[in-house]
């Protein structure tokens, strides 16, 4: 017997496959995604809110790239994709309190990677690459590292920079999660323009 091919609208296409791809197809037309495929699987929802985000923030750093340098390396932008789809994924289970016995509560470390992932964005002119969580994030009050690589704007020294990608990131962890945070290390893996195109002054 054949089996028919999957596709964006299949009940089995699921966080295995190029969600991001999936994604892309649909805003590129100018149309929102189905319920039905954001509903299959919570990953689907982080990584199209991490896709809106990445092309919002995306958009004005690659035209100023573009004008200053048309012969530019854009591969920054597959490999933030690539994380992105990767990252959206569940992984593992990350407990919460519970007010009664009887309860459990968790949150995804896919959901805490995207969390991550928005905080950082959210800094003027940068942009999250690859975020990961070291540590046993299964055992309350285990001390775990986050260690994120991020693309920052030109001009602003870059430990500076650093330092706002960072505390953006404590604020969130620290508002939205228990996580018992031993060190947020930001490695800048790229310098980019302003969204304006231009050099600040010397």
């Known amino acids: ?5 999957t596709g ?13 791809a999936d994604l892309s197809e649909y805003l590129d037309r100018g149309e929102s995604p189905p319920l039905e495929l954001l509903d299959r699987s919570p990953a689907h929802r982080i990584a199209l809110e991490s896709l809106l985000r990445f092309r919002s923030v995306a958009r004005g750093l690659l035209q100023a790239d573009a004008d200053a340098e048309p012969s530019r390396d854009d ?8 994380n992105i789809h990767i990252e959206a994924r569940a992984g593992r289970s ?3 309190a519970s007010p009664t016995p009887s309860a459990e509560f968790s949150i995804t470390e896919g959901a805490v990677r995207g969390l991550i992932r928005a905080a950082g964005d959210s800094v003027p002119g940068s942009l999250i690459g690859r975020c990961r969580l070291d540590g046993d994030v299964t055992v309350p009050g285990e001390p775990i590292t986050v260690a994120v690589e991020a693309s920052v704007p030109w001009g602003e020294p870059i430990p500076a920079a650093a330092d706002h990608i960072r505390e953006g990131i404590a604020d969130a962890l620290h508002r939205h999660t228990e996580l018992t945070l031993a060190a947020i290390d930001v ?3 790229d310098v980019n323009l302003s969204r304006d195109g231009q050099e600040p002054e010397q």
């Open 75 to 82: 591969s920054w932008v597959s490999r933030i994709l690539t």
């Open 1 to 5: 017997m054949t089996t028919p091919p």
């Open 8 to 20: 964006p609208h299949d009940e089995r296409h699921d966080e295995s496959e190029d969600i991001i």
């Open 187 to 189: 490695t800048v893996t």
């Open 94 to 96: 990350i407990p919460l």
